[in-house]
């Protein structure tokens, strides 16, 4: 088990459970929230270990975004009068996008299990994820916009890929609540469940079936997604032609053929550690 400040991370039978656990301070984002994040991801990434994360949180609300005092203060990082200053401004905001990107690139599927509100920072935190579900009380907010800033961390580039371009911009622009039934509705969320307990038991289920299948074929999967998503029709086509090619295993195909046929769980090796160099 990993503790840090803001969440704890188990891992049990290939799936990772990362769970945020400052409820007292409605689980807010404090900068060093950002690379113990990062790092987590990628250590499940690069271990091969866990076929899934799920990210829930604890609490009356998933996250309520940055911490507000992390502006109210005259902190280096913020500064931006000057063109030297500016520069570094630049470069620590790759580096914070960076420590939501590390959760779209991971070979391995995310779903976010959210109660209560998912506001700012939370919805880049969530739309960085594979799957989202959430509870009847659930409500997801640009809050940027309220504040006199653009929402910086990835969700305005990555919003207009899950729900409708309009209802992308009226969310950055308006920072409207938009509610539990209505995310289902445009496609935010997959499944809206009665409660916390109930979400992240459907989050859980959602894992299981998941981690059942081949790891490689379902990396691979999250890859051609990926790419896809970035990249016109026939780049994508030429794309999935390269990737299968490399990951194809008859093998593999064989178990799961076999265990489908008995309609038993089938025993896959677990992805390769990957190098630290």
């Not at 400052?22 to 990628?42: C, G, H, K, Q, S």
């Not at 005259?74 to 790759?94: C, S, V, W």
């Not at 690139?105 to 299990?113: K, T």
């Amino acid at each position: 088990m990993l503790q840090t400040d803001f969440f704890q991370l188990d891992t049990d039978n290939g799936i990772a459970h990362l769970q945020l656990n400052r409820p007292e301070r409605l689980n807010t984002m404090a900068p060093p929230f950002f690379p113990a994040l990062r790092d987590a991801v990628r250590t499940l990434n690069d271990s091969g270990e866990a076929r899934v994360l799920v990210i829930s949180s604890t609490g009356k609300h998933f996250c309520a975004g940055m911490a507000l005092d992390v502006f109210s203060g005259d902190d280096a990082l913020l500064i931006t009068r000057t063109a030297r200053a500016r520069l570094n401004f630049q470069e620590t905001l790759r580096k914070l996008i960076d420590c939501f990107s590390a959760i779209d690139e991971a070979r391995l599927p995310v779903i976010c299990a959210i109660q209560g509100g998912c506001i700012g920072g939370a919805l880049d935190l969530a739309t960085a994820c594979d799957i989202r579900v959430c509870s009847a009380d659930a409500f997801f907010t640009v809050q940027e916009i309220h504040v006199g800033m653009m929402a910086d961390l990835g969700v305005l580039q990555r919003l207009m890929k899950i729900v409708p371009q309009g209802v992308a911009r009226e969310m950055a622009y308006t920072g409207e609540r938009v509610g539990a039934e209505r995310a289902l509705q445009i496609g935010l969320v997959n499944a809206v469940l009665p409660d916390a307990q109930a979400t992240l038991a459907h989050a859980m289920q959602l894992a299981r079936d998941i981690a059942a299948k081949s790891p490689v074929a379902i990396a691979g999967s999250k890859l051609a997604m990926n790419h896809a998503r970035d990249h016109g029709t026939a780049a994508s086509l030429q794309h999935m032609t390269l990737l299968q090619s490399a990951i194809f295993d008859t093998d593999e195909m064989a178990v799961a053929i076999k265990a489908w046929k008995a309609k038993a769980a089938a025993a896959f090796d677990p992805l390769n550690a990957v190098a630290n160099v």
